[in-house]
């Protein structure tokens, strides 16, 4: 199994520990956000992950390093030079596997209860972990789940290649910040360059190719972005 850790973020909701840490290393009961993903993916099977690095890059690599990689093959793609947001982070991370499955992609700072080895397992296509929470903005699905676009509530704003979404019927659903990318997809993403969002891939392929979301109600889920929510955090793990 295959994974990426999205690590490259700046953190800057988590001031002023992330003055001197990237967010990855922002301890919960002791332990980094990045041990506490890499000892549940190791867990489930995963044996090869790549972790992308930007803010304090040094740190998380020095860190993997010290602890031997958690006696799993682990890789970084360094995005010192430029932050290249999830798709951009994606694209260039894709190549440092060693071989073209499916990979489950995972932010450092989301703590769940999700059944990640059922989530991977299952995904026949691209999947995208959703769930129904209050949020201003909310990727659009299908009665057969298949995402269709997004819509910002606040604003009123579509995102969608359907001309018609306003008028389909669709269901509003929160992303995890967890997903399971499909390789099959890459060679849509040719014309992409540099640094950009994956939700505005999928929203810009979804009518060529299918990409499903997977609800799931007992799915209970903790950005780490704020620093109230160390504690909440601790509590929850």
């Not at 690599?61 to 982070?89: P, Q, R």
């Not at 080895?117 to 999947?127: D, G």
Request: charged content about 20%.
């Amino acid at each position: 199994m295959n994974a990426l850790i999205f690590a490259a973020g700046l953190g800057t909701r988590l001031k002023p520990l992330t003055d001197t840490m990237p967010k990855a290393m922002v301890p919960v009961n002791g332990r980094p956000l990045v041990q506490i993903l890499i000892e549940k993916l190791k867990g489930i099977g995963v044996n090869e992950i790549v972790i992308n690095v930007h803010h304090f890059a040094q740190q998380i690599i020095d860190f993997v390093e010290a602890n031997n990689s958690f006696g799993i093959n682990i890789k970084f793609s360094d995005e010192t030079g430029m932050l290249l947001e999830t798709g951009g982070g994606l694209k260039k991370a894709v190549r440092l596997f060693s071989d073209e499955q499916p990979i489950l992609v995972h932010n450092v700072d989301i703590l769940s209860n999700a059944d990640l080895f059922s989530l991977y397992n299952n995904a026949e296509t691209t999947t995208l972990l959703v769930s129904q929470r209050d949020t201003q903005r909310y990727l659009l699905f299908d009665d057969t789940n298949r995402l269709i676009g997004w819509k910002n509530i606040a604003t009123g704003e579509y995102k969608s290649p359907f001309p018609d979404i306003k008028e389909r019927p669709s269901r509003g659903l929160a992303f995890s910040g967890i997903q399971v990318f499909h390789p099959s997809l890459l060679p849509l993403m040719d014309s992409w360059q540099g640094k950009f969002s994956i939700i505005d891939f999928y929203l810009s392929i979804c009518d060529k190719v299918e990409i499903k979301g997977c609800f799931d109600p007992q799915l209970q889920l903790l950005d780490v972005g704020k620093l109230d929510s160390i504690a909440k955090a601790e509590a929850f793990l």
